[in-house]
Structure formats: structure tokens, C-alpha cells
């Protein structure tokens, strides 16, 4: 059974650092997306940052704060994020996608993992 696990959220003042992990288990075929999105408190969830096949793209309200980057090991991906501002709080979700065809894709995602920046 396909299953991503989120760590290393936390409680950081502002203009602190966090690098969260997502380890994939169960997942045997190709991924070609690996992402992190997160959902602040009465919004939408938004993405973050996203490593798909054509390249790296950021959200710009973390451009150059945020890092998206594959673990040791091929099923595990992190977000270092620098630089942390109030905004930044809400609930961290990675995902991994696979693209089946005719604009389809089969989506996996954690569980979330709260991360509270303080002013």
C-alpha cells in the first residue's frame, strides 16, 4: 500500500529555518511529480514547490527562501525553508504524482505535518 510520511515541522520564530522530509514506501512504478503543498487556516491549499519532469518551480512568496531537493534515497524528497516568516505557518503536505495518460494523474499524499512561525 502506497504511503508518504511527513517530519520535521515545527515551532520556529520568525527568520528561522525548518527542513521537512517526505519518505515514500509502497510506491514501485514511475513518479513524475514529488511536491510539497501546504493549507493555512480558512484557505485554499496551495503549492509550494514541485520537482516534475521538465524542471523545479516555486510558489513566489518562497522563491528563494525555500529548497525542494531529492533525499539519499530516491523515495524521499525535503523542503529546506529559510527565512521563515508568520505567513509561512500552515499544515505541509508532500505529493507524489503519476502521470497514467488523457490528462490523468494517480496523486499520493501525506498526512501533513503543522509548521508555526512565530513574530
Known amino acids: 500500500q502506497e504511503k508518504l510520511v511527513e517530519s520535521g515541522g515545527g515551532l520556529v520564530q520568525a527568520g528561522g529555518s525548518l527542513r521537512l522530509s517526505c519518505t515514500a514506501s509502497?510506491?514501485?512504478?514511475?513518479?513524475?511529480?514529488m511536491g510539497w503543498y501546504r493549507q493555512a487556516p480558512g484557505k485554499q491549499r496551495e503549492l509550494v514547490a514541485v520537482?516534475?519532469?521538465?524542471?523545479?518551480d516555486y510558489a513566489e512568496s518562497v522563491a528563494g527562501r525555500f529548497t525542494i531537493g531529492r533525499g539519499n534515497t530516491k523515495n524521499t524528497i525535503y523542503l529546506q525553508m529559510n527565512d521563515l516568516k508568520p505567513e509561512d505557518t500552515a499544515i505541509y503536505y508532500c505529493?507524489?504524482?503519476?502521470?497514467?495518460?488523457?490528462?490523468?494523474?494517480?496523486?499520493?499524499w501525506g498526512q501533513g505535518t503543522q509548521v508555526t512561525v512565530s513574530s
Open positions: 505529493k507524489f504524482a503519476r502521470y497514467i495518460g488523457g490528462q490523468r494523474w494517480n496523486d499520493y
Open positions: 509502497g510506491i514501485i512504478s514511475t513518479i513524475n511529480l
Open positions: 520537482r516534475r519532469d521538465g524542471g523545479t
